[in-house]
């Protein structure tokens, strides 16, 4: 069966319009039915987060399950108080960096880690049938409350080099986005010692200040208070928390793919080696970066739920996407912006360098991307085969050249194509791309 309401990530459209409470209710249901036991039930800021939280947490209920209600709290925190409580499971409701009209429901398993592809058919397969335990009048489910952000932060203050951060008494800006890491990420900083200056850390689901998405365009605001309170770092977050993107004490925007390079390459020297997993669609920097370093890069679909799940398979030692979702597998095998942040403190603080001077040592590329109209998939990707047969056809078609790459990949939600194209030059990267749009007209006739 085709999936058609789970995606990527979990089950998201736009709140009260294509994720209804009925819809979230049913969602409860299936949860309790797949994965009885204790759940654990967590929301992002958004403003239609409460309403899908209570039906979730009724539908839970209804079919015998206890849920444990853990309030505002980025996803990754929902998916270690999952990992390390005595929850079989849990649901986040969170449209992660999707504008403020829609919401999203994603499963968590027993481990923290997001439901699986195959998990999530499952899942979908249980919905549509209805098929859900129903639990007499005097069997349903109770609600408890937890705190699963203390939990969270106790943990990933553990986890990092503390006192070298400490003795370095950063001066950091940290915007939240009004998302769930204004409970999270100032906490981690004040624990730290760090001299904090503060941007929108305070939830608020209309997102008044900007895009939830903490992309470059977004982020103008943090950039100059960098500047002008001289910090030695900035740092923004998304919704719900589950990525980071940085500034450097210049106030310049890092690239998120060099962020990943950057960290990967770390952790590459401190094993000694090992695996780095990552989406076909991740710069060439990054596998430019671990190879340098000893270490050997695999490509998996894009979608966080699979680079966990080669992660795991793999025994990485670190693994993220190009878009601020960076994996700490020592800590969780799941995106998580509030340990990004600690973990790029402590590189800084053990390395003795600021930012600008680490990145400057990963290997520049250009990147360019569009996309075409494409409603015959089946016909495009046997297309790519016959055009590109060397290609690595993970997810779409990746082609590697000696001086880049061209990625053409069908949408997963939309009727479209999309090309990447990534070179040393931008004069290439051009080239790589018309060479892209060239393939698809000749392959879609059009």
Not at 113 to 139: C, H, I, M, P, Q
Not at 186 to 214: H, Q, V
Not at 321 to 350: Q, T
Not at 380 to 397: R, V
């Amino acid at each position: 069966m085709e999936r058609s309401l789970f995606g990527t990530n979990g089950v998201r459209g736009i709140a009260n319009e294509e994720l209804t409470a009925e819809l979230a209710l049913d969602l409860g249901r299936t949860i309790a039915s797949l994965r009885p036991g204790l759940i654990a039930v967590g929301m992002d800021a958004r403003i239609s987060s409460p309403m899908l939280k209570s039906a979730v947490l009724a539908g839970i209920m209804s079919s015998g399950s206890d849920a444990v209600d853990v309030g505002i709290t980025p996803t990754p925190a929902l998916q270690y108080y999952v990992k390390v409580s005595k929850a079989n499971a849990g649901v986040i409701v969170t449209a992660s960096h999707n504008p403020r009209e829609y919401n999203g429901i994603k499963f968590v398993s027993h481990d923290g880690v997001e439901f699986s592809r195959e998990e999530d058919a499952e899942a979908e397969r249980t919905l549509l049938s209805k098929k859900f335990r129903r639990a007499g009048w005097n069997e349903v489910g109770r609600v408890f409350e937890d705190d699963a952000n203390r939990v969270y932060v106790e943990r990933i203050l553990e986890k990092v080099n503390a006192d070298a951060i400490s003795e370095k008494g950063f001066r950091v800006v940290v915007d939240c986005g009004n998302g769930a890491a204004s409970f999270t990420s100032p906490e981690i900083l004040k624990r730290l010692d760090c001299e904090m200056y503060t941007i929108n850390c305070y939830p608020d689901g209309r997102f008044p200040a900007r895009l939830s998405e903490p992309v470059e365009e977004n982020v103008q605001e943090l950039m100059d208070v960098v500047k002008a309170v001289k910090a030695d770092i900035g740092v923004a977050h998304d919704g719900d928390a589950d990525r980071a993107t940085f500034v450097d004490e210049k106030g310049n925007f890092v690239s998120e793919d060099v962020m990943l390079a950057l960290m990967a390459k770390h952790y590459v020297e401190k094993n000694g080696g090992g695996v780095v997993v990552t989406p076909v669609s991740t710069s060439k920097c990054v596998e430019d970066a671990v190879v340098e370093a000893g270490g050997e890069v695999i490509y998996t679909e894009v979608g966080s739920p699979v680079v966990a799940k080669v992660m795991k398979e793999t025994n990485a030692v670190f693994g993220g996407e190009g878009n601020g979702g960076l994996i700490f597998p020592e800590h969780l095998l799941a995106r998580d912006g509030g340990m990004s942040l600690a973990k790029v403190l402590e590189l800084m603080a053990e390395e003795n360098k600021p930012l600008s001077e680490l990145a400057k040592d990963i290997p520049r590329y250009f990147t360019l991307k569009t996309k075409v109209e494409c409603r015959d998939k089946k016909k495009l990707l046997e297309g790519l085969k016959a055009e590109f047969e060397d290609a690595n056809f993970t997810d779409g078609a990746r082609v590697d050249f000696e001086d880049g790459w061209l990625l053409i990949r069908p949408s997963g939600t939309e009727p479209i194509a999309r090309i990447f194209a990534e070179a040393r030059s931008e004069k290439r990267a051009k080239e790589l791309l018309e060479l892209g749009l060239e393939k698809v007209r000749k392959i879609l006739g059009s």
